[in-house]
């Protein structure tokens, strides 16, 4: 089947009830710059009810799968307070259609209790906690908007969650600090009761005006990173640690996604992570008031597909802004990337992390590239051998055998 015809039958829409406000200051947020977008914001932060109907029946109406994922983000969707979730579980019932719904939720954590565990169990939503490692670790950046550390009360939301039986993962973030220390923030997250994990990669650069730039405003002048950016070759040298930690002691119990992707792939399996994935597209972000952008980490003003009120979402999705938009990560890839040996695994990785210069003398090699490479190399032959087990009818997992 025609891959176009294939992104149209579905499509992922990030969520934003509140926007970019969020109850935290994260030194390294990206996303808190979006409050420039809409200044008239900070009057009214908050999806209406009405904002709220139109997107869910549009959502749903949009897929042609049988599974719906609506993905809670933000800013921090908890100051949406419970009652608005329990009106999200209600329009769901109302407009599913004999579809299956699945409610993901990323959060700092910083509001869970009791009330919004039991409503999490209730309704089996997935909750993702941001957490950076342990106290020292996470409290380096992600602090207070007065500057107060916030690990205990995420580490007491993780400890409710599990008290209530809560699905939930990490989303970890890379940065400058803990980069240092892979394996004793890996076993940190195990202690917490985690068992699926994301590591996500710290990619900012800095200004000529000491503030973060953006591709919506490209410089032909050298990258310098903000200082809480992790270095590419010690995030290869991050996941090769926790990777090796990994697969003798866990491999099996723990999920870790970045992992999983990369079997896949050399499995010739559908990416799960956009970023590997050989073109762009059909991963929305939406803001409170409807605005809908090609992506969360395209949210400025020539990436808006439209309105809601306008524009549905399966209309967005099948049109050509989205097409061109996803083909743009293949027609854009560093001349290089097409003759390496780990272009299946990686396909030049994020446009938004393209820019430093390649062979060719353009601004589009990714600023991760030596961090792939180090970890796709150094895994290789584990994922080969995991690999033959999985053309082989058995289960990856069994690499663990060999390890006893």
Excluded at 371 to 397: D, R
Aim: aromatic share 12%.
């Amino acid at each position: 089947m025609d891959r176009i015809v294939m992104r149209r039958k579905s499509c992922q829409v990030m969520i934003k009830p509140t926007g970019s406000v969020c109850n935290l200051d994260c030194k390294y947020c990206f996303y808190l710059e979006k409050e420039k977008l809409y200044p008239e914001r900070k009057a009214n932060y908050k999806m209406t009810d009405d904002m709220l109907e139109m997107f869910v029946k549009q959502h749903i109406a949009a897929q042609d799968v049988d599974e719906v994922i609506f993905a809670w983000q933000g800013g921090e969707p908890t100051l949406m307070g419970l009652d608005f979730y329990r009106k999200v579980v209600a329009l769901q019932k109302i407009y599913a259609a004999g579809k299956n719904i699945v409610n993901t939720f990323q959060t700092n954590g910083i509001l869970i209790d009791e009330q919004w565990a039991i409503f999490f169990k209730e309704h089996q939503f997935l909750v993702g906690i941001s957490i950076d490692g342990d106290a020292e670790l996470h409290d380096a950046w992600r602090v207070t908007r007065s500057g107060k550390p916030t690990h205990a009360k995420v580490e007491q939301a993780v400890k409710c969650l599990v008290h209530h039986q809560v699905e939930f993962n990490t989303l970890t973030v890379v940065n400058s600090v803990n980069m240092h220390h892979p394996v004793s923030t890996y076993q940190y997250l195990k202690s917490i009761g985690c068992r699926y994990m994301q590591f996500i990669p710290l990619v900012e650069r800095v200004g000529d005006d000491g503030g973060e730039i953006s591709l919506a405003h490209p410089t032909d002048k050298q990258a310098v990173m903000t200082p809480w950016s992790v270095d590419s070759a010690q995030f290869g040298h991050f996941l090769n640690a926790v990777f090796d930690v990994w697969l003798r002691e866990d491999i099996g119990h723990i999920g870790i996604q970045l992992f999983e992707q990369t079997l896949s792939a050399w499995c010739g399996l559908p990416a799960q992570v956009c970023v590997f994935s050989p073109v762009c597209g059909s991963a929305f972000a939406m803001e409170m008031n409807g605005d809908v952008y090609n992506c969360d980490h395209f949210v400025y003003p020539q990436y808006k597909l439209g309105n809601i009120h306008e524009t549905t979402l399966r209309q967005m999705n099948e049109g050509t802004q989205n097409h061109q938009f996803g083909d743009a990560k293949n027609s854009m890839m560093a001349l290089e990337c097409h003759s390496c040996e780990w272009k299946f695994a990686c396909y030049g990785g994020c446009p938004k992390h393209r820019f430093l210069p390649s062979a060719s003398g353009q601004l589009n090699q990714n600023y991760l590239c030596a961090g792939y490479k180090t970890f796709f190399s150094h895994t290789a032959s584990a994922m080969k051998t995991m690999k033959l087990l999985y053309e082989h009818g058995i289960s990856p997992t069994e690499i663990r055998t060999m390890f006893v």
